[in-house]
Every structure is written in C-alpha cells, then in structure tokens.
Nanobody
Framework: QVPLVESGGGLVQSGGSLRLSCAAS????????MGWYRQAPGKPRELVAH???????TYADSVKGRFTISRDNARNTVYLQMNSLKPEDTAVYYC???????WGQGTQVTVSS
C-alpha cells in the first residue's frame, strides 16, 4: 500500500485553476502536518504550503492569495486549490507527511503562457 497518492495535476493555461489531492493512510494522516512542495527543472524542491493537524496553515510568499491548502480528516485527504496559475508555477508537486517524513510520487503541473 502506497502511503501517499497524489492526483489532479495537468496542463492549464495561465490564469487557470487546478486542484491537487493527496490521499493518505489514516495512521499517517490524523496526527501529521501535511504539506505540498514543488520542484521545477534545475531548481531545488520548495515548500508551497502546509497544514497542521489542527488546521493552521503556512504558505510560500509566491503563492499567497492564489493557493489554498485544506484537509478533510474524514477522508484522510489534503488538497491544494491553485487559482490564477502562472507559468512559473510549472513544477512537479509533491505531497509530504511530516510524521514519518513520507513523500508522494509527485504530480506534474504545467502552466502555459
């Protein structure tokens, strides 16, 4: 069983929206801060946003006001709603569970200009 399974990536035009989902096993999810990171070609992986198990959130400055992280504890799922997408948001997006330091396989997001 894969601990974290991401979905929702794809190709979108600049200004468009996408919603990423990350399904986790219950043992990982319930007590863990969950995060979304991204890595563009030739660049280091960077934090996009994370959400604590109690719901408090943190965002990278580059996505504030455009992206929203949320979690559904009943479904063991964390979401990343991405609006007003820009070409510089193009990257592989990874889900991360702080508890256990577990990474998902990544999902590609490509924003065309």
């Amino acid at each position: 069983q894969v601990p974290l399974v991401e979905s929702g990536g794809g190709l979108v035009q600049s200004g468009g929206s996408l919603r990423l989902s990350c399904a986790a096993s219950g043992s990982i999810f319930r007590l863990s801060t969950m995060g979304w990171y991204r890595q563009a070609p030739g660049k280091p992986r960077e934090l996009v946003a994370h959400i604590a198990n109690v719901g408090s959130t943190t965002y990278a400055d580059s996505v504030k006001g455009r992206f929203t992280i949320s979690r559904d504890n009943a479904r063991n799922t964390v979401y990343l709603q991405m609006n007003s997408l820009k070409p510089e948001d193009t990257a592989v997006y990874y889900c991360h569970a702080l508890g256990g330091n577990i990474w998902g396989q990544g999902t590609q997001v490509t924003v065309s200009s």
